[in-house]
């Protein structure tokens, strides 16, 4: 049921309006990223990289792509007006890791660190995208906590 104004209207689109507990509601989220070269940077996250396209938008001079990113997204649009993603990583979980490390080799992307296993469990793979931007390739080992129900086990009476 859509809420009601004083005067005892509904509230148009875009109304702003505040739950009770005056906590900020977030419907959707997205990271942008503003590549120094956003051709360059379509090729590598499209292309080399193989991510799936949520949304096109923009002109072909100034083209905007929306990445889906397991359960995120990532736009990549606008140009940088100074050095991008600086402070900026972005973390993708991957089913192999490994197979995702021979990939990008092979591709050319610039390997910041081999995979390796972590003191805490997961195995991570550094990789940088053209304007150095940190990528954080991980896999969660099968045995890791992470893959294990939290929720506890329902055991029939006995």
Request: with cysteine; hydrophobic share 35%.
């Amino acid at each position: 049921m859509a809420a009601v104004t004083q005067a005892g209207t509904r509230p148009t689109v875009g109304t702003a309006r505040r739950r009770e507990d005056g906590c900020m509601e977030v419907l959707s989220s997205r990271v942008l990223l503003r590549p120094s070269d956003p051709h360059r940077s379509h090729r590598f996250y499209r292309d080399t990289l193989g991510l799936a396209v949520y949304r096109e938008f923009g002109t072909p001079d100034a083209p905007g792509v929306v990445y889906f990113l397991g359960n995120g997204l990532l736009e990549v649009s606008g140009r940088a007006t100074g050095r991008p993603g600086q402070g900026l990583a972005l973390w993708l979980q991957v089913r192999d890791v490994h197979a995702e490390h021979r990939r990008l080799r092979d591709a050319g992307v610039r390997i910041l660190r081999e995979p390796r296993v972590e003191p805490w469990g997961p195995v991570e793979l550094w990789i940088a995208d053209p304007d150095d931007v940190g990528i954080v390739m991980v896999e969660i080992p099968d045995d890791h906590p992470l893959r294990r129900d939290q929720r506890g086990i329902c055991a029939p009476d006995d």
